[in-house]
């Protein structure tokens, strides 16, 4: 898979100490890690101190990628790994201000409820919960990909989902009209 994947290929690079590879991963990957992290921790700070975390678990695994899943999903799973490492004991994160992208328009959900509502919310999901609504709803992972970013079965993240569904549905509901 290496040969063929552009992405596989920069991972190899990286494997082989090359820094401007690193970067390219970086520059390509940075935005959805950094916005997976954001709404993991709950501040800016926080987040950026685990993706700096993560870029050096890349720099020094990236050896181990074996190609049995996509890139994007590799890097994931590191960057949730060190999240849980950095939030392990913490407690859930205050509702920070909504992440904002200067180059993008809000996404659906920020629209539909408002980033402040919804960073809020998630705040309130155990983090097990809250990485599979940001990774499916967020990231735009499918089921199978958020299993082997977070190591456990379909079944799991469907029960996940469905759990941090109806928490949200409650945070709703406790909304003024």
Not at 83 to 112: T, V
Not at 133 to 158: M, N, Y
């Amino acid at each position: 898979m290496k040969g063929t994947d552009p992405d596989a290929r920069v991972l190899a690079r990286v494997s082989d100490g090359d820094t401007r590879a690193l970067t390219e991963l970086y520059e390509r990957f940075g935005e959805p890690l950094f916005a997976f992290l954001f709404r993991l921790a709950g501040d800016r700070g926080t987040a950026e101190e685990i993706l700096q975390d993560t870029l050096l678990a890349v720099w020094r695994s990236a050896g181990t990628f074996q190609g049995r899943s996509s890139v994007s999903t590799w890097l994931f799973g590191v960057a949730r790994r060190q999240a849980h490492n950095r939030l392990r004991n913490a407690p859930p994160p205050a509702a920070a201000e909504p992440y904002e992208r200067a180059d993008q328009l809000p996404g659906p959900e920020e629209l539909a409820v408002g980033g402040g509502w919804l960073q809020s919310a998630l705040a309130r999901l155990p983090l097990a919960q809250r990485e599979v609504v940001v990774l499916h709803f967020v990231e735009d992972l499918a089921l199978q990909d958020i299993a082997e970013v977070l190591g456990i079965p379909v079944g799991t993240v469907k029960s996940r989902l469905r759990l941090a569904r109806a928490k949200l549905r409650e945070c709703l509901h406790e909304q003024p009209a």
